[in-house]
């Protein structure tokens, strides 16, 4: 089954304690991104990759990190996570030069930063 | 600054067209609009897109003014399955600008 799995789904952390969030897609799609998503404010781009080693800034990259060493593979890392990364988080891929160019998403990761 | 505007929140009756709008007044030429939908706290699914033509598919229509300022997303004969927060989405270059969305309720 084509799928994008997020780890862990719900995770509740306290302030500085380094953290990542796995995402991987079994699609063999090259465009991969992350969101978070807060109440009132929508879905946000924090980073996304157009292939292996090459990682852009979305709309808020602040606090985090990704890598991209596999095309399957688009984790996110909190080095220091603050209370105001507290949020749902969606990761997402797509296949370029796609008819229909959509982005498939993973079922989501809820955030607690005490 | 956002890059579009929706209603917060709109009904429609079962069996009915809904019509839900965007205003992206400040869309570049090579700029896509995208609509996605997301029921309760899934993850979004793509409803449709386009660039300057009106675009139907199997879900949905998607009609884009002549100066691309606005853009209406119409469900032809919404069900209660519809009922979903719906996002309109500018994107630019490889980066996607989602709108506040908005809430779709379908009455039986």
């Known amino acids: 089954e084509a799928q994008v799995t997020q780890n862990p789904r719900y995770l509740i952390t306290v302030t500085g304690k380094k953290l990542t969030v796995t995402c991987s897609q079994n699609?063999?799609?090259?465009?991969m991104s992350w969101y978070r998503q807060d109440p009132g404010l929508g879905l946000r781009q924090i980073y996304y990759s157009m292939n292996v080693e090459v990682t852009d800034k979305g709309d808020v990259p602040e606090g985090y990190k990704v890598s991209r060493k596999e095309k399957r593979n688009f984790p996110l890392i909190l080095e220091s996570p603050s209370p105001n990364q507290t949020s749902l988080y969606f990761c997402?891929?797509?296949?370029?030069?796609?008819?229909?160019?959509?982005?498939?998403f993973g079922p989501g990761t809820r955030l607690t930063v005490l | 600054d956002a890059k579009t505007t929706q209603p917060p929140s709109m009904d429609c009756a079962e069996g009915r067209a809904a019509n839900l709008p965007c205003n992206h007044s400040?869309?570049?030429?090579?700029?896509?609009v995208y609509w996605y939908r997301q029921i309760h706290s899934q993850g979004p699914q793509y409803i449709i897109h386009g660039l300057k033509n009106n675009e139907t598919n199997e879900m949905a229509s998607l009609i884009i003014t002549e100066d691309r300022k606005s853009s209406t997303l119409i469900l032809p004969h919404a069900t209660l399955r519809d009922t979903a927060v719906y996002y309109c989405i500018v994107m630019t270059g490889n980066q996607f600008y989602f709108g506040t969305g908005t809430s779709l309720t379908v009455i039986p």
């Open positions: 400040t869309i570049s030429g090579n700029e896509y």
């Open positions: 699609m063999n799609h090259e465009y």
């Open positions: 997402a891929s797509r296949l370029l030069a796609s008819s229909t160019d959509t982005q498939y």
